[in-house]
Structure formats: C-alpha cells, structure tokens
C-alpha cells in the first residue's frame, strides 16, 4: 500500500469517524427532544388519566382563533388533531369529554325508549309472539292488526300504552284508533339532535372548515328537536279538527325548514347574522304558543289537562334553566379553570336538554294515552 493510498484511507476513518459523532450528537439531541417530550405527555396524562401515545392538550392561550370560545375554560383543549385522535377521545379526558358523554349517553336512553316503544306496534309483537307462544297464552295475535302497511296509518288498531307488554304479559283489545307516526317523529328527531352534538363536540377541534360544520349540524340538531317536539302535541290535540292539525303542522314544518335551510346557508352563517338566527329560534318557539293557547282553551275541561301541563311545564323549566347556564357560563365565570373537566356550563346545559326531552316524552305518553282512550268522540 502507497503512503498516499494509506492517506486516503486515514482520511476516510476519520471522516466516517466524524460523521458517526455528527450522527450520535443528532440522535443523543433527538433523545433529549423525545424524553422531554414524553416527560410532557406524562405530565399532561397523569393530570388528563391519558395514556401515552396521545396528542398534547392544550390550554387556552394556545388555541387557534377559531377555538377560543369560552375564556373561564382554562386547559385541558384539544386542537387541530386528526380524526382519529378526534374519534379516540371520547375514552379520554379532554375537556369536551363530559360534553361527549352526557349527550351520547341521552342518545342511548332515547335509542333504548323507542326500542320499548317499537316492540308494542303491531307489526313487531307479531314477530315477538313467534318466540313467547311456547311461554304463555300469547298466541292470539288477531288482538292485533296484521297489517304492517298499516303502521303509519290512522286505522292502525294499536295497544293501549299502559295495559300492554310483548314479553308474555296479556295483550288487551286495543281501545280505540291511534296513531304512533308522531310520536316516533319526536323520538327520531330527540336522537337526531342528541346524536349530532356529541359528534360536533367530538370533532370539533379537528379544523376550522370542520369546526363549522360541526356547528352548523348541532344547530340543525336544536332545530329538528324543536320541530319535530311539536308533533305528537299538535296532532293528537287537534286530531278531531283536522284543518287546524294540518295548518299548525305544515306551519311549523315550514318555519322548521326556512330555519334548517338558513342555518346550512354560508351567508346566514356569519356573525352579522347571529341575532337574525337566534331571531328564528325564538320565532319557533313562539309559533308553538299558538298552538297551545288554542288547545289549553278547548281542553279547559280535559282531565288529564293538569298533568300535560306539569310535564311541559318541567320541560320549558328544563330548557329555560339550561340556557341561563349556557348564556351566563356559570360556574366557570366564577372560577375559571376550577371547572375544565367537569362541572362547566356547557355540561349543565346538557343535562338540562336530556331532562327537558324526558319531560316532553312524558307529556307526550299522556297524549297518546288521551287520544286512545277518547278518541274523536269527544268535541273539542
Ligand atoms: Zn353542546
């Protein structure tokens, strides 16, 4: 080997011994960077009961614009994260994760109250007969129209409410003509509106673009729970005066979708229009005093009178009670960052809607409950 051929060589060793050192000092900074990091998470989870492996939470001095919304909410944020990470957590604490559950959990229950309810039509306690007839004297389903068709229709002979089961319990003769369509327009549109907040909390820390689309979707949520509460109420109110039925039910499905309309609209969507949809909101629930009005003056003398208005007394209590909570921010206004995770406004008010939307399903129950027992014998 050449003195110059041994130079080259010596020259080689110490340039890949001085890249190897570059690399090691990168790898060594890298690890740094990494346990700090991780340290942080640990820090972040052990506070959050998140496990490793997650997205940072942030507080609000961290938010991107879009975000900061409420100001007594001090940590605890999720921002910008992807969808995945998004739909996760809803197994951690974040502080929308209380937001998430209440609403998913009033979904649940109103999932499990129409199941109840669906299993008393017709048609599905047929099908259920076919497995309790072994059991019990079920077997005489002629108590009960075989008429699947007839479901949605008013000559369907359905089973009183309170005096009825599925499971092996004694079907009696149904005691006059109802109809069920309205109530299960209100079921649908409770879990439409329950469902769709909880995905809105869940995904909107994702992007702006689908931040307010989420928001968009949680007001058409409110508005299709407003539309369709007034069903069952309006239709077996004035189901022996039918010209007043169609014309409080076709009014206030068509506020109910100029409303939906302009709440998906890009334009109607900006902050120089909040007052006029807020505006549209309140023109809804006006619109049912009409209604109302009319029906407490023709049913003065109506038994079950007290005990409707108890129940949608607790529910106007319930929304009313839950927007003071949503407007003023109480508690968090008074101890901002107590509040994070648990116990904030927004909470609260949607415990409120659950309890406002049970209430309503109740009146609605006694409604159903009036209209098969009286039917349209009685004047109204
Ligand atoms: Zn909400």
């Keep these: 080997m050449s003195s110059e051929q041994q130079m080259d060589q010596s020259q080689l060793l110490s340039s890949s011994t001085a890249n190897k050192m570059i690399i090691n000092t990168f790898k060594k900074k890298n690890q740094k960077k990494k346990k700090k990091k991780n340290k942080m998470m640990r820090k972040c989870a052990a506070k959050t009961g998140a496990t490793d492996d997650t997205y940072d939470l942030v507080t609000f001095d961290d938010l991107p614009g879009y975000m900061k919304d409420n100001e007594y909410i001090r940590n605890y944020y999720r921002a910008n994260w992807p969808l995945k ?3 996760f957590s809803v197994f951690r604490w ?7 559950w209440t609403h998913l959990l009033g979904f649940i229950l109103f999932v499990g109250l ?3 309810n669906m299993i008393q039509v017709p048609p599905v306690v047929e099908f259920l007969n076919i497995f309790t007839t072994w059991s019990s004297p079920l077997g005489s389903v002629g108590n009960v129209s075989h008429n699947s068709k007839n479901f949605f229709s008013d000559t369907t002979k359905l089973i009183d409410l309170k005096h009825s089961s599925s499971f092996g319990m004694e079907i009696t003769q149904p005691e006059v003509e109802a109809t069920r369509w309205p109530f299960f327009v ?3 549109g409770s879990m439409f509106c329950l469902l769709s907040s909880s995905i809105c909390h869940l995904f909107c820390c994702h992007s702006h673009p689908l931040n307010i689309l989420m928001l968009r979707l949680d007001y058409v949520g409110i508005a299709v729970m407003i539309i369709t509460s007034f069903f069952p109420p309006i239709y077996y109110i004035f189901q022996c005066s039918p010209h007043w039925q169609i014309l409080y039910l076709s009014g206030i499905t068509i506020m109910g979708i100029f409303t939906i309309i302009t709440l998906l609209s890009p334009v109607f969507s900006t902050n120089k229009f909040r007052a006029f949809r807020a505006s549209l909101f309140v023109a809804m629930g006006l619109f049912g005093l009409i209604p109302a009005v009319h029906a ?6 109506e038994p079950s009178r007290n005990i409707i208005l108890g129940y949608e007394l607790a529910m106007a209590l319930s929304y009313l009670i839950g927007t003071v909570f949503y407007v ?7 101890r901002p960052g107590w509040f994070d995770l648990a116990g904030h ?3 609260i008010f949607h415990v409120f809607v659950i309890m406002g939307a049970l209430s309503h399903y109740g009146a609605a129950l006694v ?3 009036f209209r098969s027992k009286i039917g349209c014998e009685t004047k109204m």
């Design 345 to 347: 406004s927004h909470q």
């Design 296 to 301: 407490m003056i023709v049913n003065w003398n």
């Design 328 to 334: 003023t921010r109480i508690p968090e206004r008074w």
């Design 85 to 87: 990470q998004a739909l």
């Design 94 to 100: 974040h502080n929308e994760t209380l937001n998430v």
């Design 114 to 116: 129409t199941c109840s």
């Design 186 to 188: 209100f079921l649908g």
């Design 367 to 369: 409604f159903l409950d």
